[in-house]
DNA sequence: TACATGTGAGAAAACCTTTTCCCACTTGAC
DNA sequence: GTCAAGTGGGAAAAGGTTTTCTCACATGTA
């Protein structure tokens, strides 16, 4: 098989002019060289490659053969400027750090790659004009779609979208008016959290966790509020580890002391759960902890490892790219916020990771 | 201006026809626009917007004038099918969790997106199959090079890009034979660190790494070994914080105690930060600490903030993107492994911060 | 025998650019 | 008045693929 592959096979070929021409560049192999093989014409070579168009079933086997003998590959380039698809999406995202992005991205090239779908990165940090430079770029190359994803659930890319002629899903981030828009739901997140610390025995729950401004802490706090029962505290801060120590030297100043703390992220957690073996107070024997993110890095070197709500990131991704797969192909779809279900990692900051669930 | 952009305009101009075939996608302004809003010929339009040919320098500018007004941007496909280059590279990555992957990719992308080039990402974790799928993807998209990036200096992806036809340049990872291979210089990173304790007068100095199996260890134990003297202790472990509190347990129960520590990354170099806490003793002022990677989510959580080695993968991300340009454009680069010099960044967990460096 | 129908396959257009040639015209020199 | 040289611009091919149309031939029917 392999030897058809040498030269002798392509200066043998219709094509030979060719070789002398590309210089360098070793000439790739075009349906041409597939129809010179097969003794036929190169329309009749793309509808046997392409089950379309009518022909003998010997003939159409033929030249599959013999495609696949010499390595022939369409040039997706010459396809798409046909098709006007040219299998390729493009991924803005103002996440500079990557750790939501990652996972979105993980989940969008999973769904895809089985489409022949390649993904552009793009990252964009805070800068319209870089983001401009970026959204032309994928533009001019012909993207299917775009989807943007960002850092945070109530702010948006540093750039207008809403009137490109490609379709934009949004993923993780604010999205325009009459748009897709994936994000997680994160009420119910809380509730999840909440209703484990109860199931628990836990009866007097903090809420430690981020700056109010953000929508998602907003959200977060009022389902715990709701699931919790009036009563509870709610301390909001900052994001990070110092936060939660903080908070704790707060909490166990004065005041009823609580039995089980649900944290706004996994740094705040981790300050938190550090505050407490610091003080003495075991975890998860006198005091239960929950985290939000499972941010691995994080979440499994905490001192017990923590137990967390993870925002299923990865299938979010999946569920954004295809969608806007199914938009460039021109299916329609229903706009509006979709909303993702989190899902409970027990580790062991809380107790009962021995219960099965 | 806008007023051109309508139907109104396109339908007007002498590509009418291809507005009933588009369909719902709403057909983009090519070049015959221009050429037809001008009043003159596509290859004269095209000539004068790519300053080559010649023609009167007033039809040149009026030619611009009018392709901007109405918002032409020429089609990568298109231009690329002829050219042979698709101003496209592809990201090979296996490192999931985008730790090393992201800098590079920033650093990448940052070069080139001047030059035009978008970049395709895909993490390939550690599927060969996947693998395949994914740079047969991108062959097939004629990108005009790859750039191989992996989480460990000493080790392959898990496939063989060898024979492509396009150039292929390493980051990070180990490369094939008579190619050309981007990585930090560990030897000086750990000389770095060496001599920073030293200058801060610590005479007893540790160093607290990860496994003897990794090359990038052993480079950094030599360089350690080197620089400190022949005296000086090695602790190989593993990468995690608990190996951190470990080897500080093993210090501290016996022998001479060091009053400086070099760790092998900043998740070892928190753990014995939080270790050292925990027994009483003080950083810096009893012993100086200082950890290698720069990875800001832990490195600026440890308290006191970590002094760091950075390898400064956004640099050779930059580098490697560079490289494949250079490639894809025929210029011919040496092959090779280039170690890019590693950079200290001094916070607070040795003392000396407010030297000034 | 004449005609409709069906079958296998090829020619050519189309997608959008760039580039190579070539043509028509002007200018200047002899 | 003829010729050479220079100038501004256009026609057409090329790049690799898909798709539409057309053609030649074989088969079946009246």
Redesign the pocket.
């Known amino acids: 098989m392999t030897i058809f592959l040498g030269k002798a096979f392509l200066t043998a070929s219709s094509r030979e002019e060719?070789l002398d021409?590309t210089g360098g560049k070793r000439?790739?192999i075009?349906?041409?060289d597939v129809a010179a093989a097969a003794g036929?014409?190169?329309?009749?070579a793309?509808?046997a490659?392409?089950d379309?168009?009518?022909?003998?079933l010997e003939?159409r086997e033929r030249v599959k053969r013999i495609a696949a003998e010499i390595g022939y590959r369409?040039?997706a380039l010459?396809?798409g400027?046909?098709?006007k698809r040219s299998f390729t999406i493009g991924l803005l995202t103002n996440d500079t750090y990557g750790r939501f992005t990652l996972p979105v991205m993980a989940g969008i090239s999973d769904a895809l790659v089985d489409h022949g779908v390649s993904v552009f990165l793009c990252a964009i940090e805070e800068d319209p004009a870089l983001a401009q430079i970026h959204v032309e770029a994928m533009l001019d190359k012909q993207v299917d779609g775009i989807i943007a994803t960002g850092k945070r659930l109530d702010r948006r890319l540093p750039l207008d979208l809403s009137n490109l002629n490609v379709p934009v899903v949004y993923a993780f981030t604010e999205g325009a008016p009459g748009s897709v828009t994936f994000r997680s739901d994160d009420a119910q997140g809380a509730q999840l959290a909440v209703e484990w610390l109860a199931k628990l025995g836990r009866k007097r729950l903090v809420h430690v966790t981020g700056p109010e401004s953000f929508f998602s802490v907003r959200e977060r706090a009022n389902a715990y509020r709701k699931v919790a029962g009036g009563q509870q505290q709610v301390l909001f801060g900052v994001w990070s580890e110092s936060w939660g120590h903080e908070a704790v030297a707060k909490l166990w100043s004065g005041g009823e002391r609580p039995d089980g703390i649900f944290c706004g992220n996994d740094q705040i957690a981790r300050g938190v759960i550090d505050a407490l073996r610091e003080r003495g107070v075991r975890v998860p024997q006198d005091v239960s902890v929950v985290g939000f993110d499972n941010w691995e890095i994080v979440a499994a070197q905490t001192r017990p490892p923590l137990t967390t709500v993870d925002m299923e990131l990865k299938e979010l991704g999946r569920q954004a790219g295809l969608t806007v797969l199914a938009l460039a192909e021109g299916r329609s779809v229903e706009p509006g916020i979709r909303k993702l279900p989190c899902r409970l990692v027990v580790r062991q900051s809380c107790g009962g990771d021995t219960l099965g669930i």
Do not use: D, F
Not at 40 to 44: A, F, K, R
């Open positions: 060719r021409t000439g790739r075009t349906i041409h036929i014409s190169i329309s009749t793309s509808k490659l392409n379309t168009g009518r022909m003998g003939t369409p040039n010459a396809r400027l046909l098709s």
